[in-house]
């Protein structure tokens, strides 16, 4: 059974442009959630998506945004991208949402680093 | 908010010998999960042990247990017979309802295991 895969694992972007990542959970998983990653902050919690529609956000700005798609595929896109955007961010599928100890796993990551 | 604190950047520990990370954690609920993860330097998080909150048996699994005191909002990570591949960052995650099932994460405490 094939993990939670994310595309592309890593990519340079400059300061403006916008960025979109690609999550593809694991079979029969219907909700993904992002989390970005930096040393300063840590783990921080993005956004989740369950049929489609985002059921919890972080709070980060309005440039970060995602969707999911009907087969539970999901991206995220970041607009105007600041350097403070570079992180690791990581998508994670669970069976279901709103259900605490569904076990959530996680991909390997993209690696963003905005010059 | 839940916040969850891990008082230890980093832990040293020789092999076969026994460790303990500490984690705790804020929170009014009263149902909620704890999770434990490991993240070796590929960077995908792999959980390793996790504990419901109302259960009173300390969740185990393998090498890998946890003491849980729920009074104390303590939930700290032992782990027996060391092994290099245990070397990692540790992520301590608290879930549950008031944070729309996102995980929140402590900053992290990293294990190196010496030979």
């Known amino acids: ?115 | 908010a839940q916040t969850v604190t891990q008082s230890q950047p980093e832990m040293s520990v020789q092999e076969a010998e026994t460790v303990t990370l500490s984690c705790t954690y804020d929170t009014s609920e009263s149902d909620y999960y704890l999770f434990w993860y490991k993240q070796p330097p590929s960077r995908q998080m792999i959980l390793v042990i996790r504990q419901e909150a109302y259960k009173q048996q300390n969740a185990t699994e393998n090498r890998f247990s946890v003491n849980f005191q729920k009074a104390a909002k303590s939930f700290s990570l032992k782990i027996s017979d060391s092994q290099l591949g245990d070397a990692a960052m540790y992520f301590c995650a608290y879930r549950g309802t008031n944070s729309g099932y996102a995980l929140n994460f402590g900053k992290g405490t990293s294990l190196l295991v010496t030979p």
């Not at chain 1, 999901?74 to 992180?87: H, I, K, P, R, W």
């Open chain 1, 1 to 115: 059974k094939a993990g939670v895969t994310q595309t592309p694992r890593y990519l340079i972007k400059t300061r403006g442009q916008q960025v979109t990542l690609s999550c593809s959970p694991i079979s029969g998983h219907r909700s993904v959630s992002w989390y970005q990653q930096t040393p300063g902050q840590g783990l921080q919690f993005l956004f989740e998506y369950f049929s489609e529609t985002q059921r919890n956000k972080g709070n980060f700005p309005g440039r970060f945004s995602g969707r999911q798609f009907s087969n539970s595929r999901s991206e995220m896109n970041v607009s105007t991208l600041e350097l403070g955007d570079s992180a690791l961010y990581l998508c994670a599928s669970s069976l279901a949402e709103g259900v605490s100890g569904n076990t959530i796993y996680f991909g390997e990551g993209s690696w963003l680093t905005v010059v």
